[in-house]
């Protein structure tokens, strides 16, 4: 997990000598739904942006109660007030709590995610943010299993 952390983090910092033009690049988005999540709070670095192209990198934290969640993960986005973006991310996801006897707490479980969504930009409070609506299907690395998930978020760029 240390090794995943540094390895986002001077990803980012190389990435981010390759930037052009001064737009805010740092991204604060609240989720409702997601990969085993109710609720996920991401942070996003924009590290490349060319006109309507632009990719990030994100970090964030989600729960469903019983669970938390560690999602990295590389985004894609296109276009301006109207966005198609996609995203691969790896989720390390912690179960705390079990109703099954059979199962041992703390349990681990890893996800590869794929979310493919449309976003669209608003104005909310005098301030520009992007609503985003998403499919956000994930694969548990362990037991191959493929979960269905969908999500909706909102984005403030500072």
Same mark, same amino acid.
């Given at each position: 997990?240390?090794?995943?952390?540094?390895?986002?983090?001077?990803?980012?910092?190389?990435?981010?000598?390759?930037? #052009?033009?001064?737009?805010?690049?740092?991204?604060?988005?609240?989720?409702?739904?997601?990969?085993?999540?109710?609720? #996920?709070?991401?942070?996003?670095?924009?590290?490349?942006?060319?006109?309507?192209?632009? !990719?990030?990198?994100?970090?964030?934290?989600?729960?469903?109660?019983?669970? $938390?969640?560690?999602?990295?993960?590389?985004?894609?986005?296109?276009?301006?007030?109207?966005?198609?973006?996609?995203?691969?991310?790896?989720?390390?996801? $912690?179960?705390?709590?079990? !109703?099954?006897?059979?199962?041992?707490?703390?349990?681990?479980?890893?996800?590869?995610?794929?979310? $493919?969504?449309?976003?669209?930009?608003? $104005?909310?409070?005098?301030?520009?943010?992007?609503?985003?609506?998403?499919?956000?299907?994930?694969?548990?690395?362990?037991?191959?299993?493929?979960?269905?998930?969908?999500?909706?978020?909102?984005?403030?760029?500072?």
């Amino acid at each position: 997990m240390k090794k995943l952390i540094l390895l986002f983090f001077s990803l980012t910092f190389a990435f981010s000598l390759w930037a #052009e033009y001064q737009i805010p690049r740092h991204g604060l988005t609240a989720h409702l739904g997601g990969v085993a999540s109710l609720y #996920e709070i991401e942070y996003n670095y924009r590290f490349l942006v060319k006109e309507k192209h632009a !990719f990030s990198l994100s970090i964030a934290i989600n729960s469903a109660a019983i669970n $938390v969640g560690f999602p990295l993960g590389i985004n894609y986005t296109y276009g301006q007030k109207n966005q198609f973006f996609a995203s691969i991310r790896f989720v390390l996801d $912690v179960l705390l709590i079990s !109703f099954d006897e059979e199962v041992i707490v703390p349990s681990w479980a890893y996800f590869a995610n794929l979310r $493919v969504g449309y976003g669209r930009e608003i $104005v909310l409070f005098k301030q520009k943010c992007t609503l985003y609506a998403y499919v956000s299907p994930a694969i548990n690395l362990i037991s191959g299993k493929t979960l269905p998930w969908a999500g909706i978020g909102l984005t403030q760029y500072f």
